[in-house]
């Protein structure tokens, strides 16, 4: 077998093992395979396996992939940071949008999708204050929300994090699972599909199911080391 087919079986094991001590189904998990700087022969790789959601962080680079494997039914998921001149290709060539957090950007997004069905976008929050990345804190997360209610070409599904590496992941994650509720709640006669919480990668997945993900975002164990 190869290192990608066993990573997966192993992925699948902790996946299950993380449900099984949360009550939860392992069906209520998406994987989100993190296909950044690997070559499109590894994703087809994956796609034999069956997975069908990469995330993909290099513009240039994702959009290579998007093209080649356009016989599939993929979903690409953007998640690395968004630059407002690229906001054209983003739109168009993926279907979901994980780091959402600016109203220019949501704006932008939402003119520039062409496709018919809205774009799915999750909301990134920063909630533990980390200067090294994207997000928005919890007023933001809010306004940004109330913002993208009122953009036609945007699907609103729920939230994303990355924790800086000082934050204990159990507290961090369910302070981003609590965020997700209330604000659930708060927008509850406008929301569709507000279904979605990304949030653990390779290290921490296992807390990360434990606090509520529904999509988890594996590379590192998954394809292996990357070398940049
Ligand atoms: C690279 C990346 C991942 C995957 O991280 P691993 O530790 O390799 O599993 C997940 N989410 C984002 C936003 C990333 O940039």
Not at 86 to 106: E, G, H, M, Y
Not at 137 to 162: C, F, H, V, Y
Request: one cysteine or more; a neutral charge; hydrophobic letters at 40%.
């Amino acid at each position: 077998m190869s290192d990608l087919t066993n990573n997966y079986a192993r992925l699948l094991e902790r996946i299950s093992a993380a449900c099984a001590s949360s009550q939860r189904d392992p069906k209520s998990i998406t994987l989100l395979a993190v296909s950044k700087t690997k070559p499109v022969e590894v994703v087809t790789e994956a796609i034999d396996l069956g997975l069908r959601e990469f995330g993909e962080n290099y513009l240039q680079d994702a959009i290579e992939k998007v093209q080649q494997l356009q016989q599939h039914a993929l979903q690409w998921h953007f998640i690395g940071r968004i630059q407002s001149n690229k906001c054209k290709l983003i739109a168009n060539q993926f279907s979901w949008v994980q780091t959402l957090d600016r109203p220019k950007i949501a704006q932008r997004l939402s003119n520039l999708r062409i496709q018919p069905e809205p774009l799915n976008v999750l909301i990134q929050v920063n909630l533990d204050d980390d200067p090294n990345k994207g997000g928005v804190d919890r007023k933001g997360a809010q306004t940004l929300l109330e913002q993208l209610l009122t953009l036609p070409s945007l699907a609103p599904r729920g939230l994303m994090t990355i924790l800086a590496k000082s934050t204990d992941s159990r507290v961090g994650y369910e302070s981003v699972a609590q965020l997700h509720q209330d604000l659930k709640q708060q927008f509850a006669g406008d929301l569709a599909q507000w279904d979605t919480l990304s949030m653990g990668m390779s290290a921490d997945l296992e807390e990360a199911i434990s606090a509520g993900a529904t999509m988890i975002r594996v590379g590192t164990d998954l394809f292996g080391a990357r070398s940049n």
